[in-house]
């Protein structure tokens, strides 16, 4: 069998952090790409980390040649994408790219309690520079585009946002991914995922606010400051694709168990 080939990700912040954990319990190769590797990876040794920025060309040399990518930031401005991809989509190389399910968001959804669910082949909002990014990588240069729900996981804690009334009980869905389902997706999709395909990646269970915040309430105790007040409808969105093309079993497939495990956290780290 051939080694696998070296994987770099382009953006090492929350959840590049946690495809970097996943790649190394798996004995893949991995790089970590920051525009400041030096601040922000000073815990990785210096062999395992590169300096990368779109912004600046210079820069660019340093990914291998013969590496895999997986981008995780906002595929945005299309110029400086397209400079990019230009220079570093050949020698076959796979590219992976984070997007968002505000693809989706048009501006033109129906006023109902039940949005209509959204899948791979719904329309999406081309007005978008980041979507342009993506289309672009996707139809011209071979890219895998997943459109990433809300991430959460340790630190990004729905609990707290309900806490600090960054969220409150409307009746908008929200779709959300666990940043260590999201991790394993993006090598999934890396390693089986179709040249130029996209997939939309959550938890494949969009709930309401007000019915996250009447369960965190039972269960914690914890109130949003934020009263209830008329919201849009939101987005449901299938993650049907995902999961079965790429063969993957969530982790964390029951939102309310895992919101337990982190407040158990968050509880062991204010003592
Ligand atoms: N947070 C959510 O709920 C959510 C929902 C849907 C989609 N997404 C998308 O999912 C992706 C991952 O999200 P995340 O929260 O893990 O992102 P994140 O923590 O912000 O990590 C992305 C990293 O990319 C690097 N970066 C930013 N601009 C760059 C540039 N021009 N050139 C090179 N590196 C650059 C930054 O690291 P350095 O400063 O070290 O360079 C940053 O830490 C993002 O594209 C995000 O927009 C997020």
Partial sequence: MSAPRPIVI??????????RKLAREQSLPILAGSRRPEQRLNDLAQTARIQFDLDHPSTWSALPLEADLIWTFPAVPL?????????????????????STSAYDRGDEPLTDWPPWIDEASPVNADLPRVQGEEYLRTQQGAIILRVAGIYGPNRNPVEWIRQGRVGPTKKFVNLIHVEDLAALCLRALQTGR?????NISDGHPRRWADICAEVSTRWGIVSPQEAFPSQPGKRISSRKALEELGY???H?????TLATLQQEVGRNSH
Avoid: N
């Avoid at 110029?79 to 997007?99: D, M, N």
């Avoid at 040249?195 to 997939?199: K, N």
């Avoid at 497939?253 to 168990?257: C, G, S």
């Fill in 10 to 19: 382009l953006g090492t912040g929350y959840t590049g952090r946690w495809i």
């Fill in 79 to 99: 110029e400086q994408v397209r400079a990019f991809a230009t220079y570093a989509c050949r020698h076959s190389r796979r590219l992976v790219v984070l997007g």
């Fill in 195 to 199: 040249a130029g395909d996209l997939y």
């Fill in 249 to 251: 079993t969530l982790r």
């Fill in 253 to 257: 497939p029951d939102l309310y168990r």
